[in-house]
């Protein structure tokens, strides 16, 4: 019996060491020998969308992209993009807004639904001066003025709580210097919303640069996260910190890198992508919802999600599993007292969140849950909206993804955000 017992374990052992060494080996061919992805990819019959950037893809459809580049106070380099209809040129509204992305994501996620359904065209479609923003450590972010993300484990101490208190704030004051106004508007997804709160509490004057936060989905406190596997995922990345940052792996789920590669070549292909692709973000992650992501935006989103982050920042939300507040990163106690002046991570100060603030949430949502949602709604002095989305099987990557968009979404995202606009017309000189 348990000699029965010790060759299982041998065996799983045994397979487990095959299953690494046989993915490092491919990995290794792979970059040996297909260092050129972009051509391999056209190769193998990838749909061309795919393959092209965020100012490609908006030029394909018939709209413009300008590109940026934000330079934040510790020196990291993000682009921003600007995305325009033509038809637009003469009566741009005003003011501008700003437009940014959940975890893992980067500006192309409000692409990958397509024209007339994705937010970036919608709001262009509108003619809303949308700039569209991307957090450091994502692809179009992973450039230092100094660090060098592929050999300085430092490029990557980073968690929410650095994008809240540079990024959010660079790109704000780089879109208002730029535009020459003093306000903008904010719509956020999940991250992108949870950070402009960090923003709000660590520098209170940006809150003020701002006319009305639209927040969708906004991850802040994440206790009552219902997703098993999101759960698990962030336990074990937490437990492991030390461990995997001890291995120099500090960047996680970059694009590019083998899982990322494998899900885009497995998702392309039809037979597979429902299975696997589909059921794994909607089923397993976040919450079923049959039907809502069309199978050529799944396409898209394994070619884009996940963007890339670091060990740090997952390590941040497996800590905020557990936590009863929004916190900041929680070091050890020493180092804490260093760093913060308390043993204790200290919380966030939502009471200084003083703009008015939208909430625009989905009742299925397994990653942010409709209890930290009123938490949340409870801890803002400021709340002028708080909507749920009609449909009750809607989930939390609905809100970039699904094809329902422009039904479910977009006339509460419109509304508001027109409150807080007017139509200028350019005068031709
Ligand atoms: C997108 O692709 C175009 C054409 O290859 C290139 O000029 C541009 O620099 C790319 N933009 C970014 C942000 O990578
Ligand atoms: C939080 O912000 C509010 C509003 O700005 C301020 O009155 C309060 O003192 C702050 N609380 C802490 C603990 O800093």
Same mark, same amino acid.
């Given at each position: 019996?348990?000699?029965?017992?010790?060759?299982?374990?041998?065996?799983?052992?045994?397979?487990?060491?095959?299953?690494?060494?046989?993915?490092?080996?491919?990995?290794?061919?792979?970059?040996?020998?297909?260092?050129? #992805?972009? $051509?391999?990819?056209?190769?193998?019959?990838? /749909?061309?969308? *795919? @393959?092209?950037? %965020?100012?490609?893809?908006?030029? =394909?459809?018939?709209? #413009?992209? $300008?590109?940026?580049?934000?330079?934040?106070? /510790?020196?990291? *380099? @993000?682009?921003? %993009?600007?995305?325009?209809?033509? =038809?637009?040129?003469?009566?741009?509204?005003?003011?501008?807004?700003?437009?940014?992305?959940?975890? *893992?994501?980067?500006?192309?996620?409000?692409?990958?639904?397509?024209?007339?359904?994705?937010?970036?065209?919608?709001?262009?479609?509108?003619?809303?001066?949308?700039?569209?923003?991307?957090?450091?450590?994502?692809?179009?972010?992973?450039?230092?003025?100094?660090?060098?993300?592929?050999?300085?484990?430092?490029?990557?101490?980073?968690?929410?709580?650095?994008?809240?208190?540079?990024?959010?704030?660079?790109?704000?004051?780089?879109?208002?210097?730029?535009?020459?106004?003093?306000?903008?508007?904010?719509?956020?997804?999940?991250?992108?919303?949870?950070?402009?709160?960090?923003?709000?509490?660590?520098?209170?004057?940006?809150?003020?640069?701002?006319?009305?936060?639209?927040?969708?989905?906004?991850?802040?406190?994440?206790?009552?996260?219902?997703?098993?596997?999101?759960?698990?995922?962030?336990?074990?990345?937490?437990?492991?910190?030390?461990?995997?940052?001890?291995?120099?792996?500090?960047?996680?789920?970059?694009?590019?890198?083998?899982?990322?590669?494998?899900?885009?070549?497995?998702?392309?292909?039809?037979?597979?992508?429902?299975?696997?692709?589909?059921?794994?973000?909607?089923?397993?992650?976040?919450?079923?919802?049959?039907?809502?992501?069309?199978?050529?935006?799944?396409?898209?989103?394994?070619?884009?999600?996940?963007?890339?982050?670091?060990?740090?920042?997952?390590?941040?939300?497996?800590?905020?599993?557990?936590?009863?507040?929004?916190?900041?990163?929680?070091?050890?106690?020493?180092?804490?007292?260093?760093?913060?002046?308390?043993?204790?991570?200290?919380?966030?100060?939502?009471?200084?969140?003083?703009?008015?603030?939208?909430?625009?949430?989905?009742?299925?949502?397994?990653?942010?849950?409709?209890?930290?949602?009123?938490?949340?709604?409870?801890?803002?002095?400021?709340?002028?909206?708080?909507?749920?989305?009609?449909?009750?099987?809607?989930?939390?990557?609905?809100?970039?993804?699904?094809?329902?968009?422009?039904?479910?979404?977009?006339?509460?995202?419109?509304?508001?955000?027109?409150?807080?606009?007017?139509?200028?017309?350019?005068?031709?000189?």
């Amino acid at each position: 019996m348990s000699v029965a017992i010790m060759l299982f374990k041998r065996n799983i052992a045994f397979d487990t060491l095959t299953l690494v060494v046989v993915l490092i080996i491919v990995n290794i061919i792979r970059q040996q020998f297909f260092s050129n #992805s972009l $051509e391999i990819k056209r190769f193998l019959g990838y /749909d061309s969308d *795919l @393959l092209l950037n %965020f100012t490609q893809l908006a030029n =394909k459809y018939g709209y #413009s992209s $300008e590109e940026h580049t934000v330079v934040t106070e /510790d020196g990291y *380099l @993000l682009k921003v %993009f600007r995305i325009k209809n033509k =038809k637009c040129e003469a009566r741009v509204k005003q003011p501008p807004l700003l437009l940014m992305h959940g975890l *893992l994501q980067s500006s192309d996620a409000w692409l990958d639904a397509s024209p007339g359904t994705g937010l970036a065209y919608l709001l262009a479609d509108e003619c809303f001066d949308a700039w569209v923003g991307n957090q450091r450590g994502n692809y179009y972010a992973r450039r230092h003025l100094t660090l060098n993300p592929d050999k300085d484990s430092a490029f990557w101490d980073f968690s929410v709580d650095q994008i809240g208190y540079y990024d959010v704030p660079a790109t704000i004051d780089y879109v208002l210097s730029n535009t020459g106004v003093k306000k903008l508007n904010y719509i956020g997804f999940s991250q992108g919303a949870g950070t402009f709160l960090v923003m709000c509490s660590e520098r209170p004057e940006y809150c003020k640069k701002t006319n009305v936060l639209i927040s969708i989905s906004p991850a802040t406190r994440v206790k009552h996260t219902k997703s098993k596997s999101f759960r698990s995922l962030l336990n074990i990345l937490s437990t492991c910190e030390d461990l995997l940052a001890q291995l120099k792996v500090n960047e996680l789920f970059g694009k590019e890198s083998f899982l990322q590669v494998l899900f885009e070549f497995i998702c392309q292909i039809r037979l597979f992508s429902e299975p696997l692709c589909e059921n794994f973000l909607c089923g397993i992650l976040d919450s079923s919802h049959p039907g809502s992501i069309t199978h050529k935006t799944f396409g898209m989103v394994y070619s884009h999600l996940p963007a890339g982050t670091s060990l740090r920042n997952m390590a941040r939300y497996g800590q905020s599993l557990n936590a009863e507040d929004f916190q900041k990163y929680d070091f050890s106690e020493t180092v804490n007292v260093v760093k913060y002046g308390s043993k204790e991570a200290p919380a966030y100060n939502l009471s200084s969140v003083s703009l008015p603030v939208v909430i625009i949430y989905g009742a299925n949502d397994h990653l942010v849950d409709t209890k930290d949602i009123n938490w949340l709604v409870d801890k803002l002095p400021n709340v002028i909206g708080l909507e749920e989305v009609a449909d009750p099987l809607w989930n939390h990557l609905d809100s970039v993804y699904s094809q329902h968009i422009y039904k479910m979404i977009w006339p509460t995202v419109r509304r508001y955000l027109e409150s807080f606009s007017e139509t200028y017309m350019k005068t031709k000189s």
